[in-house]
């Protein structure tokens, strides 16, 4: 008898902890696969993802301790109104204000994506960090010095404790936290998705029209559903102002010079400018290029050389059908996804 | 003629079948610390970091600032023929000049006398391709890479980097004339890219195999002559090459100074 008070407490404080575990459940899904993608390619086998793992991916995502001197995060070329680029910059500007040499890609659908950068000289994302942390002209920054002020921080320790069982902190960990955050940025919520799926308003005729243009002159290098099959090809845009070779620098195969990852159209809205280095502004821009500025060169892409003729033939009523269609690719819930945000500190 | 060929085919086979099903077996017994001594060189002279004034057989004078190479997969052979591998896992290390204690490479073998020492001079592709948390110490890139043995742009480790100083060399942005050899390539993962893995093989005989007992540390004494890098089937020259790194010349240069190892002695 003179124990009820206690069992009562101990019953108590299981019930509270089921129910906060189950709001935990509810709050955080983990990754999921939208029912039109398919399998994904990042290995998730080694990289378990949970809410506590990914917020750390988050925090470090938007951290400006991962540059040299304080001042730039990830997040300041990724942003997320712009579908985590860098919007109006052509080419971006890091720390000390320096120029890169490349428009800063999306960074959405990654645990699909088999390599990374324009040239996929990366090809696991958890090497990926890296590579802007210590560009010189992004963060230039070292991993060891990253590391270091990582663990002199009043919250990081009981973070990483959270996310994997101790406050220590490594290399591998972060890499793997911001995986977790990275692969979790999945755009699949566009009015193209909610066609496919079937679960809600049916194309309307012009943007139905221009779907069956784009499957007869576009999906053969921006394939569905990623709007990219992950290749690397020469668009003819001609070498641009720094003579970057693409995909040549990371393999040294001369068919490769010129040769850039085929873009997702994916949140096509919010990405301008386009092309590696951002050179055109808008997506008409875009569409003069494909039908009548394309310049030949030894390694351009065949299928936009057939028949001895350049670019790809799109009427002006077509031109209108295809943009009303590649408009149904953006994906506002993606933009405004409050989960994806950097969080108040 | 045909029958020779036959044979020779059928030679290759068996061979190839028994390495196969029937491995030899490793050396069983205890197991006691192997010492691999890398003493860099070059041509006849000891090498000395900043202070050595050297010159080439391009006639170029230089002097050397940095000079950091992984040594990995190490594997040793008996005189009776039978081979013991390092586990991997505790068969990666960079050698820095700069550092004298990470010229001595301690692993660990079953008892027994070594008369082949067999290693590779970067990072094998498995390793270079694994997940980040199976790349620890001297190959994690996101903290231990300091010594700059990685890039990041183009995933992958330098397996080799040597810098110095030549008036050879044309002023670079920082003022110095500098020169600068990193050399890397696994062969690619998502596309197939120059590959300058090098296994070396040396044969302790001459030079005294390395006889290991428990209590005891045989140290194998190799000197690395980085001359080689220069002076070899291609003569290189710091004029006409002062930055070689993921490039074609770059094989030229690992062909090169695959030969730079030679064994002294042992010390047993």
């Known amino acids: 008898m003179k124990h009820r008070p206690i069992l009562v407490g101990a019953l108590l404080v299981v019930v509270i902890y089921g129910c906060s575990k189950a709001d935990d459940v509810m709050s955080f899904m983990g990754f999921r696969k939208p029912a039109n993608f398919g399998a994904p390619v990042y290995k998730l086998e080694n990289n378990d993802i949970t809410q506590a793992g990914f917020e750390l991916g988050r925090k470090l995502f938007y951290e400006p301790r991962l540059s040299r001197n304080n001042t730039i995060s990830c997040g300041d070329c990724h942003i997320q109104t712009s579908a985590f680029t860098h919007h109006g910059h052509d080419v971006s500007h890091g720390i000390d204000d320096r120029l890169g040499s490349r428009n800063s890609p999306p960074i959405m659908n990654m645990a699909w994506s088999q390599t990374f950068m324009w040239d996929g000289g990366v090809f696991d994302l958890d090497l990926q960090p890296i590579v802007p942390i210590t560009n010189p ?9 990253v590391l270091e002020k990582l663990r002199a921080h009043p919250q990081y320790p009981a973070l990483f404790k959270k996310a994997f069982g101790t406050s220590e902190i490594t290399g591998p960990r972060m890499m793997k936290a911001m995986s977790q ?45 990623l709007f990219t099959d992950n290749s690397f090809r020469n668009n003819g845009i001609g070498v641009g102002y720094n003579d970057d070779q693409g995909r040549y620098t990371t393999t040294l195969n001369p068919a490769d010079k010129y040769c850039f990852k085929v873009p997702s159209l994916r949140n096509l809205a919010y990405t301008a400018p386009y092309m590696h280095d951002g050179r055109l502004l808008t997506l008409d821009a875009v569409l003069d290029h494909y039908t009548h500025e394309m310049q030949d060169m030894p390694t351009l892409d065949p299928l936009l050389k057939q028949n001895s003729t350049l670019g790809i033939a799109v009427t002006t009523t077509e031109r209108g059908l295809l943009l009303s269609f590649l408009n149904t690719l953006n994906d506002k819930h993606f933009i405004t996804d409050k989960r994806f945000s950097e969080q108040a500190q | 003629m045909k029958r020779i060929l036959t044979l020779i085919g059928i030679a290759t086979f068996i061979m190839a079948c028994s390495k196969e099903s029937n491995p030899a077996p490793a050396p069983t017994g205890e ?17 000395q970091l ?14 050397i600032s940095k000079l950091q190479y992984y040594i990995s997969n190490i594997r040793v052979k008996t005189t009776a023929g039978v081979e013991f591998v390092v586990p991997q896992d505790s068969s990666y290390f960079l050698v820095n000049e700069a550092e004298p204690a ?21 990072v094998d592709s498995l390793r270079s391709t694994m997940d980040i948390s199976k790349r620890t110490g001297a190959l994690d890139p996101s903290s231990g890479m300091d010594a700059g043995m990685y890039w ?21 942005p920082s003022g110095q004339n500098k020169f600068r050899y990193h050399i890397g390539g696994f062969g690619g993962y998502s596309a197939p ?4 893995i090098k296994t070396i093989v040396i044969d302790l005989t001459a030079g005294g195999i390395a006889r290991v007992r428990k209590g005891r540390e045989a140290n194998i004494h190799i000197m690395t002559d980085v001359m080689k890098l220069f002076n070899g089937g291609t003569m ?26 030679t064994h002294d002695h042992t010390e047993n």
Not at chain 1, 137 to 145: G, H, L, S
Not at chain 2, 51 to 62: K, R, S
Not at chain 2, 102 to 122: C, M
């Open chain 2, 193 to 196: 890219t120059l590959n300058n």
């Open chain 2, 152 to 172: 990041g742009w183009n995933s992958g480790y330098i397996f080799f980097k040597m810098e110095g100083l030549s008036a050879a060399a044309p002023v670079d």
């Open chain 1, 137 to 145: 002209v992004e963060m230039d920054e070292t991993m060891a010095n």
């Open chain 2, 236 to 261: 290189v020259s710091i004029a006409a090459h002062p930055t070689v790194m993921f490039s074609d010349y770059s094989v030229l240069i690992a062909n090169n100074y695959t030969s730079m190892f």
């Open chain 2, 31 to 47: 197991k006691a610390t192997l010492s691999i001594q890398f003493d860099n060189i070059i041509g006849s002279k000891n090498l």
């Open chain 1, 181 to 225: 955050f990275m692969v979790m940025l999945v755009s699949a919520n566009s009015r193209y998705d909610s066609v496919v799926r079937q679960q809600g308003p049916a194309f309307t005729p012009d943007e139905q029209a221009g779907y069956v243009i784009f499957k007869s002159k576009c999906s053969n290098c921006h394939q569905e559903p």
């Open chain 2, 102 to 122: 990470s010229q001595f490479l301690k692993v660990r073998v079953p008892e027994g006398d070594y008369a082949t020492l067999t290693f590779v001079l970067g």
């Open chain 2, 50 to 63: 900043n202070t050595g004034n050297y010159t080439n057989a391009a006639g170029e004078q230089f002097s």
